[in-house]
């Protein structure tokens, strides 16, 4: 068993579950080996979901690098990021789903570690919005955040067949706009 397919199957239980709901014995099951042979790959579950989740912030994060990289000014760069980050959480990629779960109730060590590397993610969008030509009086953070939370809530009523990613992120920029 590859450690990329470890990662893929726990990434999906995490994300269909949650991380408290789902075991290192859950995973191991779907993988098709011993739970005890998950700590050949992880020494915790822990660091099973702290993997999981840097996975999923490199995923994303290079979803919005490379989207972003292809336009030049600051509204249309701010949502190319908005749709690759929407196309990620919404095309069941589920590294970049498990970026938006509530860590409220992991491990105090761990949910530090994951909101690290999570504000490392986030702070493509720090630099986006504070290029943009913002009334002097906007708190680009609280801007900003109003943002992010809007579209990593939006798989929780998103169905397919709807509106595109692309036309939600752009309604979303357009309504802050």
């Known amino acids: 068993m590859s450690r ?3 990662l893929a199957i726990s990434a999906r239980r995490f994300a269909r579950g949650g991380f408290e709901a789902t075991s290192m014995r859950d995973i191991a099951g779907e993988a098709g080996m011993l739970a005890g042979s998950m700590y050949y790959h992880f020494p915790s579950k822990n660091e099973l979901i702290a993997a999981v989740y840097q996975s999923g912030v490199a995923e994303i994060g290079a979803a ?3 989207a972003v990289a292809r336009v030049r000014t600051p509204w249309s760069r701010l949502e190319a990021a ?3 980050h929407l196309d990620s959480l919404l ?3 589920a590294h970049a789903a498990v970026m938006t779960a509530d860590l409220s109730r992991l491990d105090a060590r ?3 570690r994951l909101v690290v590397m999570r504000d490392g993610y986030e702070k493509r969008f720090a630099e986006l919005v504070a290029a943009l030509p913002l009334p002097a009086a906007t708190d680009r953070t609280l801007w900003r ?3 992010l939370g809007a579209l990593n809530w939006t798989p929780t009523w ?3 067949g ?3 990613p692309a036309a939600i992120a752009h309604a979303l920029v357009a309504a802050l706009r």
């Open 91 to 93: 095309s069941d990629k």
């Open 4 to 6: 990329e397919r470890l």
């Open 158 to 160: 998103y169905r397919p």
């Open 145 to 147: 955040l109003q943002l």
């Open 162 to 164: 709807g509106k595109s």
């Open 64 to 66: 919005v690098d490379a």
């Open 110 to 112: 761990l949910r530090r």
């Open 82 to 84: 908005c749709v690759a």
